[in-house]
Structures are given as C-alpha cells and as structure tokens.
C-alpha cells in the first residue's frame, strides 16, 4: 500500500470542495442543505466533520465520496472533478479511489468476512487467487484473519465493522469516508474502532473523513470542523 | 467483473420462503405446459406408429376420413391387378378393401358413450396392414359374428371383455380376440370380417378405403397418377403413414394451439407473481443495492444480477414442475377429436426435449418477472439507498 501521501506534506489537496451548494427541491419547496462550502483537505489528513443532526454532514461526505452531485460548485478528489464524470466513470472512479465506512456495517449477510473483503477486488484485474490473498491480508491487518469463513451474522457489531474496514482499504484508495463509523457500537469496540483508523492513516497514508457525533472521536482526528446550517465553522 | 453467481445462489438460498409461492407458481404452469406437450406427443406417436412406409391408401378424392371414402367393387377389382401391387404368398394381390363404421359404446370410467371405430376387414388386412398381434383369445372366424378388440379401447370401453357379446348396427357380436398393434391408431378399433358386416352395415359393393402393399414404394407417385387420371374414378393414392398423419394434423394443431394457450395465460399469471416478490426481494435489499453501488458496481452489473436471481428462481420452479408432470409419462387417456369422431387412445410421452422447452420457458418467465424489479434496484440514487434502514 502507497505511503507516497505522507512523503509529500505540501502536496495540492487530495480533497477539494469549492464554493459547493446542495439544494434539495421538495415539492415547491427548497432545502439548501449546503450553502457554499469549501474544505481542502491535504493527503494524509484525518478529518473529523462535526455538527448537529440534519446539518448536511451525510450529504457533504456523499459529494467527497462521488456517490452524489452538488447543485453548483466542484468536488475534486484525487485529482479528478467528480462532477465532470459520467455515472459509470464515477462507479470505477470510486472502486479506485474511495473506501467506505458505514455506520451499520453494510456487510452482505450471505457472503462470508474474506467474500466481503473480496467484494472491491472483483471490479479490478486481479485473479481469483491473488483476491483471495490480498482480502485475507486485509483481513489480518484489522486481526480478523481467523474469521474469515466467518458470515457477518456470527461476528460481534464490532468485528463487523473492521471486516467493513478492511473492506474499505483492500483496494488501496487514497480516500477514506466514513460516516459516525462509531456510532452503533459500545465504548471498548468504538476504541478499537478508532485505533484501526489512525493506524491505517498513520502507517498507510489513507486521507480519512470522519463524520461523528462523539467527542471523544473526533479528538482523535487531526482536525474537527463544524457544520452548521449549512456552513462550515473551523 | 460483474457480481459472482454464487451471491444470487446463496440469497435464494438463505431466503427461500420469500419466493417459495413464485417458484411454485411457476413450477405449475412448468407442469401443465409438459403434461400438454407430452399429450401432444403421445397422441401424434400414436398415430405415426400407424401405417407401413410401402403401403398406398386408396381412398375417394376429397374425402376427410375413410368414414367418407368410397371405393367400388370394379374399381378395386382394376386397381388390384395392377403391375406396382404386391402379390401375396397364396399368390393373390397383398390388397386389403375395409369397411369402416363409427359406434358410440359406454366408457369404464364414466359410463358416457364416446365413439368408437368398427373395422370391417378380409384376412389379407392381417398381412398388408403388418404388426397385427393378437394378445389374447384368437382371431375371427370369416363368416361368423365374431370381432376382435384393440388392447387400448379393450381397456377404456365397458363390456369390451374377452367372451362378451357386444351390439353393433343392431347386431351382436361375440369377442373373441384382444390385438395390439404396435401402438398404432388401429389398438382403438374393433376389428371383424368383412363380408359378414357389409349387410348390417349397410356397406355393400364396395369399401370405405383399399389398402395395397406395392413391390416398390418408390412408385406411389406413378401409381397415385395413374388412379387419378382414369376418369371413370374419384379415387387417390396415399402413402398410409401419410394418410394417417394427416388425419392427425388437425389434432395435433388443436392440442399445441390449447398447449401455446393455456401455458401463455397461466404463465403471465406466473410472470407477474415472480415480479411480485422480485419486487419485494429488491426492497429488503435496497441498502445491499447502495453499498454494492457505493464499492464501484455499476447499474448493469446490479441490473444483470437481479435479473440472473429472477432467472435462478425461477429454473428452480422449472425443475420441481418437471418433476412434478414426471407421474403422468406413459398415462394412457384418449381423444375423440379425430375426424372420424372415433376415440384414439394415446400414452403421454415425456421427451427430454420436452423436458428441455419446460425449462426454456421458466427462464423466461423468470427473465420477464426479474426484469422491471431489478430495473427499479438498477436505477435507485445511492444515496437514498444507503439511507433505507
Ligand atoms: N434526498 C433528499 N431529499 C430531500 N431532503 C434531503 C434528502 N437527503 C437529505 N435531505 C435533507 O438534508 C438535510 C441534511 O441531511 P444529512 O443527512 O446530510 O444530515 P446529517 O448532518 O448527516 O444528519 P445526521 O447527523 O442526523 O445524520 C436534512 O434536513 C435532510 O432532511
Ligand atoms: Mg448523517
């Protein structure tokens, strides 16, 4: 895994959010939810996006992920206008450079801890046996190599979310979104939880965007910011 | 690299109740749509076996069946001595003039009268016809009210028993053989001497149909010719496995208009219950549809494999319908629809290759189910997706 990241500190950011506005239309009604936001992130950071329930964190975090557009403004990420892309472009684009947290795991119940971490590698050129391997080192890098034939059901919420984890990273993106990653489980699996997280920024270079609700969490970032109303405070 | 076949596999799998009453559905009309094909089978096997490849039937131009035909006396007495037709081992023409009548007589299984055909014939029939066996008994005395039963019609008709006396034209006649006939259309008559009904049946000086055994089968062509262009008669030559054929065309058509039918309405029926819970499965999995989609896999990809989950249920229905039709091969049962209006009875005959088209078509039920469904799960925002509990 690339730690070229961390070797150029004044690089250009590797997340770029200019001047973006979101606004949802419902019915004749108008919802900005976003109102001119702009967050440069540089490689290597670890971001803590904080702020009140229903404040837009979600919906920033989908534009830095590419799986949502901003009603105006740009999104570049790695180097790569996310808005310009077409919707299949932006499917391979995100399978390249974005890893997912979620905050219920999303594992698919019927394919076992390895098949989920597999999952990623099935839209890159690998062979069978090479993703085998690289998903079983995923695996061992978040400690769960020993469940590997595991099914998410006979896993404990916080084994789940490292299997998500390490689903997250095994394809190597330069970005990781997370969203309250934390939020489901209890105090001892949330610190492992973050621990996994600052190490993998820490020894493997990945950007993370954390979304949280927990003090306690977004201490651990290197940066907070808040969302409020639609504008981010420092 | 779309999405791994084995994920659809495994959620039929883990979540088989959800599509339990769509697989059923479809395995249903699976059942029904093979029982009508190997019906269909059957009832054209059973008249195909009917018929030797060197025979010529002579019957009347334009006549429906040989219940309509008819063939003078000194028309046949012309055409028998003719150079193509073989001769027989007591040196006579192999030539076989029937006489062919239509009784209605009580079903076993539900006493009501169905029509059975009563085939007045000489003893060369035996030889020129081919495959006659008689099973049980003996064959009939020339002279004497004697008939003889098909094995097939022996076993659907009441009072068609070895030894009993049955009324036919206000006549009776003692049973005194049961025949096979390889499984042909002639296992549904009632056989007899032909000189002996010609009064009762008021079939005298002539026949319905003659029937001759040609040296060379290559000649039907020229020998049909010939017939034709006397003048004096209305006759025509035809291949009698063709004749026979014929007379089965019709049905035959019927029963795959009845088999295209019935499968095309039960299996919309089937299509829109697959749909139902192709549309329930694609809700329960709306949020796997948002990670999948977040992770990089693309609307096809997603598309194609609800559409292949569709598919999977669905050759799951196919299988158990299959199996479910597989009792009824080689059930006996017979039609009336014949244009003679007698009873054929037939076997159902289950075909691998029918096998193979009940198959194809839960496929495509199950292709047409999937897709509007796995649209849907295709075309949801991701984020919306993601944010379904
Ligand atoms: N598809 C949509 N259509 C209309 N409004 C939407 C849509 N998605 C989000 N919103 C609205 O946008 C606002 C911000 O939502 P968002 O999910 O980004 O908030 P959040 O900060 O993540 O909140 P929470 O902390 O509760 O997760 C909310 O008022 C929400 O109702
Ligand atoms: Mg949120």
């Given amino acids: ?234 | 690299m779309p999405l791994p076949i084995s994920y659809n596999v495994r959620n039929v799998r883990t979540r088989w109740q959800v599509s339990l009453l769509a697989v059923i559905g479809i395995g249903l009309v699976v059942t029904v749509f093979v029982a009508l094909m190997a019906m269909r089978t059957g009832f054209t096997l059973a008249l195909r076996a009917t018929g030797e490849p060197g025979n010529a039937m002579v019957v009347q131009r334009g006549s429906a069946s040989e219940l309509t035909s008819w063939v003078p006396l000194d028309h046949r007495n012309k055409i028998v001595v003719d150079q193509r037709v073989a001769v027989g081992s007591n040196g006579r023409p192999l030539a076989s003039p029937e006489i062919v009548v239509v009784g209605a007589m009580p079903r076993r299984s539900d006493h009501l009268p169905t029509n059975v055909t009563i085939r007045g014939v000489t003893p060369s029939a035996f030889e020129v016809r081919g495959g006659i066996e008689i099973k049980e008994g003996r064959t009939f005395q020339p002279g004497l009210d004697e008939v003889i039963v098909g094995k097939r019609i022996a076993d659907r008709i009441q009072g068609l028993d070895l030894g009993a006396t049955i009324p036919i034209q206000r006549h009776n006649w003692k049973i005194v053989g049961i025949f096979t006939s390889r499984g042909g259309a002639f296992e549904s008559e009632i056989w007899g001497d032909l000189d002996t009904m010609a009064g009762p049946f008021r079939r005298q000086g002539g026949s319905n149909s003659l029937a001759v055994r040609l040296k060379d089968a290559s000649t039907l062509e020229s020998f049909d010719r010939w017939i034709r262009d006397d003048p004096e008669m209305q006759l025509q030559a035809v291949q009698e496995r063709k004749y026979y054929e014929d007379q089965a065309g019709g049905l035959s058509a019927t029963l795959l208009f009845l088999v295209g039918f019935v499968s095309l309405t039960m299996g919309v029926g089937a299509v829109f219950g697959a749909m139902n819970t192709m549309y329930a499965i694609v809700a329960a999995r709306t949020r796997e549809i948002g990670t999948l989609r977040a992770l990089g896999f693309s609307r096809r990809s997603i598309l194609f494999s609800f559409v292949m989950e569709s598919v999977i249920l669905a050759l799951a229905g196919g299988l158990f319908g299959c199996l479910l039709a597989f009792p009824i091969n080689g059930f006996s049962t017979a039609s009336g629809q014949t244009p003679s209006f007698s009873e054929v009875a037939f076997a159902f005959q289950i075909t691998p290759d029918i096998l193979a088209r009940g198959l194809v078509f839960a496929t495509a039920m199950g292709f047409f189910g999937g897709l509007l469904p796995a649209l849907r799960g295709a075309k949801l925002p991701i984020t919306s997706a993601l944010r379904e509990a």
């Fill in chain 1, 1 to 234: 895994m690339s730690a070229e990241a961390v070797r150029q500190p004044a690089a250009a950011p590797i997340v770029d959010v200019r001047n973006v506005r979101k606004v949802y239309r419902r019915d004749a009604e108008q919802i900005t939810v976003l109102d001119g936001i702009n967050l440069q992130v540089p490689p290597g950071e670890f971001v803590a996006l904080m702020g009140p329930s229903g404040s837009g964190k979600t919906t920033l975090l989908n534009l830095i992920a590419g799986i949502d557009r901003p009603t105006s403004g740009e999104v570049v990420v790695a180097g790569t206008d996310v808005g310009r892309l077409s919707e299949s472009e932006l499917a391979r684009w995100r399978s390249h450079n974005v890893g997912f947290i979620f905050q219920f795991y999303n594992l698919i119940p019927v394919l076992t801890a390895q098949e989920n971490v597999e999952l990623p590698l099935l839209l890159t050129s690998l062979s069978k046996k090479e993703r085998r391997e690289r998903a079983l080192t995923a695996l061992k890098v978040v400690g769960l190599a020993d469940r590997a034939g595991h099914y998410p059901r006979q896993l404990s919420g916080g084994q789940e979310q490292r299997v998500a984890i390490a689903r997250a990273f095994v394809a190597d993106p330069g970005v990781l979104v997370a969203d309250e990653p934390t939020g489901d489980l209890d105090a001892k699996s949330a610190e492992e939880i973050l621990a996994l997280m600052e190490s993998l920024n820490r020894d493997f270079g990945k950007t993370i965007v954390m979304v949280t609700h927990d003090p306690r969490a977004a201490e651990r970032a290197h940066t907070q910011k808040h969302l409020e109303k639609g504008v981010l405070k420092a």
